[in-house]
């Protein structure tokens, strides 16, 4: 990018900082966290910065008007020393839920990776290695994308549902964000989960993703002599239910092909669920009886459970919950990559919540930007694009997107 | 003397006991008298079977030295200063202590949990035809339960309703076991080595003298020194050959291969070879990462290797083979491995 197109983008961000500051809201116990930013001229991640107060926050985003501002999930008795020094006083919850880890249709049409070594760029996932230059090393790109959000979106609704009704989480202990690009974060704030080391909250992460699950301990079992098959029930609480509803919603919506590609299912079998796929929607709404049909066995039905529960698992980022020392972006914060705020959003409204409208920072003015390559976009109630090799008049947030991505410029 | 009541002389580690203890007021010289000669007993012979046995057992017969040999125990085992005589001592106390929670009643269990945990935990009324008969915050569940290898203890395996894990007796007695390990090595690591009375001397000698024949039989066999690829466990096979041809690893993927080959004998140097060789390495950062994980840089500690569990969780365990099957840690496999290929040092 031009040290101009940068020039303006931080002035933009400036305006943001000078009008928003005060509206920004700070985390809890402020001096016992570490900030970390992206400053503008170094692009360069500074660590370990502390602060007294918000003021002191505020005016430091004023002044330094970084690229991106985080903070860590974790406290610490001297938040600015190195991490060794730091003393470690506990950690938020964190979870991170990522579309670019999602696997959404629509990845070949808006991800795209430049080899770093020759330039060379395509779509979708990236190569393993160059195929101009054999080089490994490769910059990802991705646009947002309506659909990815959604994708992202469901998880997040996944992700409650384990943090109340399996672990009990009050809905003050939760905060939603928007992280101003491709996902959503859920931070748990109470007394009880701070102290919680990192194999602590593997389990946590392994129980939200289903890691190491076995039917078996859930009720999936055979009984008695004449060995019927048992299992748990739709409106069962915990995993139970969840299995349940994983085969219900896989037979609902699966075609025999598709249970046949399940590993370790013949065909035989597959018809035989699928014969009785009826009878089975109909009956479970009341009790699942697994045993009802003689012909389909207890191993068939163990298959059908492990696949079936993949899709009742919320698909957050192992790294991120485990990591006890991680810097999160700042609610209200401008995300560098998008020209969008990062917002908070109340657990009532997630639902109908709209990044495309309720994230935009710049929702005043116009920009002429000669735009080089662009694909079809939604910001707010518009939709922009495609474009190619064009000057055209946006309004300020579709403009700062476009330059924040680095696909356009300002007209002088 | 004053007489130990309740459940002291079986949970020497509870309120009530230590209260006791105070009260008895003894000084280490007074150790040493006749007077307290079965109390010594007790104690040594509880270090005794805890180094042979594995657990200490419940003597029933004189209650106040069950409570008072418990405090005594540990100044011995505090003064010999051992690691492995303290692991072993404090796990088995708590197995001991297991063992007698497992079969007091519902209400008992409970008070007693209560008054010595912090644990949030209640009773489940035995309703419809459900085998649980407590349920235990997924907090305080996690904390003692998340070290734990068997798939029947994963949380993921556990019902968990609004916070609560859903328990059994035997599930909860268990727990309280790896709570009351934890306090008691806490216990004998603040008790300061004390000049204790010269009659004591031979007691400690003779405990060492079996402490030491223990510790033999314990001894780990050592690894050969240069590394034996095929012996590699198939996540980290997967991973090596990742680096080989130059793709992409995560971070958490690089931290898992250079800690398993540091911790097999790979020495730094050789393995900064391997990574700049391949180009887009910087090798003053790698240099940087390799030291950081092998405990040269920063706090000084070397990190090992993540085990099989924290792999699985993080999506890096692939294709899992026979050998596999029953083994917890990758650099368990190695072992293993190597064994049964029969590769020795020399090769
Ligand atoms: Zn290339
Ligand atoms: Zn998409």
Known sequence: MSTDVMAFIRRKFLEYYSENSEKIPMPTSLPNREFGFVIFRERMMVRHKGFINGAEVKAFLKSMTPMDAYYSSAYYERPEEHMENKGWLGADLIFDIDSDHLQTPCKSEHDYWICESCQNSGRGQQPELCRKCGGSKFKNEAWLCETCLEAAKAETQKLLSFLQEDFGFLPQDIEICFSGHRGYHVHVENEDVRQLDQVARKEIVDYVLGTGLKVEFHGLMEVGKSKIVEGPNLFDPSWNGRIAKGVYDFLKTSTPQQIEEIEGIKSNKSKKAMEHRDLILKSWNKKARWGALKDVSFRTWVKLAEYGLKKQTSFIDTVVTTDIHRLIRAPFTLHGKTGLKAVSISLEHLKQFDPFVEAIAFSKGTLKVNVNESHKFRLGNEVFGPYRQETIELPMAAAMYLLCKKAASPVE | ?347
């Open chain 2, 1 to 347: 003397m004053l007489v130990a009541r309740g459940d002291s002389p079986k949970y020497p580690f509870t309120k009530d006991a230590k209260e006791y203890i105070d009260q008895c007021n003894v000084s280490v010289e007074e150790l040493a008298t006749i007077e307290y000669a079965q109390i010594i007993d007790r104690a040594e012979q509880r270090i005794e079977e805890a180094l042979i046995n594995g657990s200490v057992r419940y003597e029933s017969s004189l209650p106040d030295v069950e409570v008072l040999s418990f405090p005594v125990a540990i100044i011995l085992v505090a003064s010999i200063g051992d690691d492995f005589l303290k692991r072993r001592y404090a796990l088995a106390e708590a197995i001991r202590a297991e063992n007698l929670l497992k079969d007091e009643n519902n209400d008992k269990l409970m008070r007693i949990i209560e008054s010595y945990f912090s644990w949030r935990i209640k009773k489940v009324s035995i309703a419809q035809n459900q085998p649980y008969e407590y349920c235990l915050s997924f907090i305080d569940y996690i904390k003692n339960a998340s070290v734990f290898h068997e798939d029947e203890w994963k949380l993921v395996n556990k019902m968990v309703i609004g916070g609560y894990v859903f328990l059994r007796k035997n599930d909860v007695a268990r727990l309280a076991r790896e709570e009351i390990q934890k306090y008691i090595q806490e216990t004998v690591e603040k008790t300061p080595k004390l000049d204790l009375p010269k009659l004591l001397n031979q007691r400690i000698e003779r405990i060492n003298q079996i402490l030491t024949k223990r510790k033999e039989s314990f001894k780990m066999d050592e690894l050969p020194k240069t590394a034996i690829i095929a012996a590699y466990p198939p996540c980290i096979k997967k991973l090596y050959d990742s680096l080989l041809i130059g793709q992409h690893i995560s971070h958490i993927g690089r931290f898992s291969l250079t800690s398993f080959l540091l911790a097999i004998g790979i020495n730094t140097e050789d393995l900064l070879k391997m990574y700049t060789s391949i180009s887009d390495f910087s090798e003053s950062l790698t240099r940087y990462q390799i030291e950081h994980i092998a405990g040269k840089k920063g706090a000084g500690t070397s990190y090992k290797p993540p085990n099989c569990s924290t792999l699985r969780t993080h999506g890096l365990c692939l294709k899992p083979d026979e050998l596999c099957k029953g083994i917890r840690h990758p650099l368990t496999y190695y072992r293993r491995k190597i064994g049964k290929i029969g590769m020795t040092k020399d090769e």
